[in-house]
């Protein structure tokens, strides 16, 4: 049976950066990931909008991007819209994750494709992982497998509650450079929002890509009644309706996002990472850079508490060098979050704020 010194599932983001840190500090890493990783693959329901830094941090080459974005637009439905500046790129997932799954296997991790895994059980001093074609042992294990985290399933860890849980449908629409230039503008991404008339806790947007329009929608998944319907409602507002004439449908998509955290996010050299901790901005619903932070960050624990020899601190340590780095703001905005999407007052209220300062400035300096 090969053994590992630690086995990533899941290559997504956060599984990605967690396998190549672990592979560069010289741990015998394997990342195992159930789909074929190609930017021919699978596709992922994304609306793929990262922030420029994070594109000079991964040195992300310019023509893998999608789209140079300058700014967003903030519609609301009672017709007041309300705009940001701020630089970022919208990418296509399949090209994203390829890129960075990459980054880990230069480092020297072992990817298995098509493998996922399909039990996980604790043995004395490690974990024995079954895939669909192999059983292997792992002292670690980083669940990086995403909102439904089966890893985490399979050890019993408890789920997201539902008001922690998104339910977004995505829809890729093919249409031409010219009809997006003219309807969204050549640079700009769209978000609609509207409590009382569209989304109860949450909100759509429309995301352009090189000829494509991204268009998604997410509402907190208990609040909702018919999900179809409440789509096609925000397809039909006229600036939305207009800019997918003559679009040609090419997927449509549900997924979740987790807006909440999991209860615990370390237990017994078992890490969780990215959305399947639920380390996700809850509201924006930003997940990539948070997914790649935490994949690094749990290697980085196991790296530190190894040479202090003090292995008992792994989860304290976990936590604690999350909540540094950027936790204690996402736990703080979940707890906002309630608060802005009390009304439609406090949510304009917000929406006006943000076109000026950064969500997170607003919640840590209170300013509503
Ligand atoms: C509609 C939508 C729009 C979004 N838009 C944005 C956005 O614009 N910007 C942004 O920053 N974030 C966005 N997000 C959030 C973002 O997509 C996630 O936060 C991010 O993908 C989390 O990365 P991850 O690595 O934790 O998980 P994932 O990207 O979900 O990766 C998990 C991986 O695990 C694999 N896997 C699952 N089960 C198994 C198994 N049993 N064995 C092996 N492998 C397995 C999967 O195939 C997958 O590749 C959006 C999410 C949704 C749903």
């Known amino acids: 049976m090969k053994e590992y010194d630690i086995i990533v599932v899941g290559a997504g983001p956060g599984g990605s950066f967690a396998a190549k840190t ?5 741990y015998n890493t394997c990342l195992l990931e159930k789909e074929n990783v190609s930017v021919n693959g699978r596709y992922k329901a994304c609306g793929g909008a ?4 994070l594109v000079e941090e991964i040195d992300y080459p310019e023509e893998k991007i999608s789209r140079i974005i300058e700014s967003l637009e903030l519609h609301h439905t ?18 994203f994750d390829k890129f960075l799954t990459d980054m880990a296997i230069d480092s020297g991790a072992k990817l298995k494709e098509q493998e996922p895994l399909i039990s996980v059980k604790k043995l004395k001093n490690h974990y024995q992982v079954t895939t669909k074609n192999y059983t292997y042992l792992t002292k670690y294990l980083i669940a990086a497998d995403g909102v439904t985290s089966f890893t985490l399933k399979t050890l019993k860890w408890p789920y997201f509650s539902s008001k922690d849980l998104i339910l977004t449908v995505t829809q890729e629409m093919k249409t031409t450079k010219s009809k997006i230039k003219q309807d969204l503008g050549e640079d700009t991404v769209h978000l609609f929002f509207g409590i009382k008339d569209l989304i109860a806790v949450g909100y759509a947007w429309l995301f352009p890509k090189a000829e494509n329009i991204t268009v998604g929608w997410g509402n907190q998944i208990n609040l909702i009644k018919n999900s179809r319907e409440e789509f096609k409602k925000f397809t039909s507002l006229p600036f939305v309706a207009k800019s997918l004439i003559n679009s040609e449908m090419k997927v449509f998509q549900p997924h979740l996002i987790p807006v909440g955290l999991r209860l615990q ?13 639920g380390i996700v901005d809850p509201i924006s619903g930003k997940g990539i850079p948070y997914a790649m932070m935490s994949g690094k960050f749990a290697i980085d624990t196991i790296n530190t508490c190894e040479k202090k020899d003090r292995l008992d601190k792994l989860g304290i340590t976990y936590e604690k060098t999350l909540d540094r780095n950027f936790l204690k703001v996402l736990k703080l905005k979940r707890e906002f979050r309630d608060r802005i999407f009390q009304n439609d007052e406090s949510l304009k209220k917000f929406l006006s704020l943000w076109e000026n300062h950064r969500s997170s400035e607003i919640v840590v300096r209170k300013l509503m």
């Open 265 to 277: 996010l370390y237990n017994d050299n078992v890490f969780a990472v990215g959305d399947a901790g």
């Open 78 to 95: 009672d017709g007041e819209v309300f705009s940001k500046k701020g630089k970022g790129a919208v990418i296509w997932r399949n090209v």
């Open 22 to 26: 672990a592979a560069e500090n010289g």
């Open 50 to 53: 990262i922030a420029w830094e």
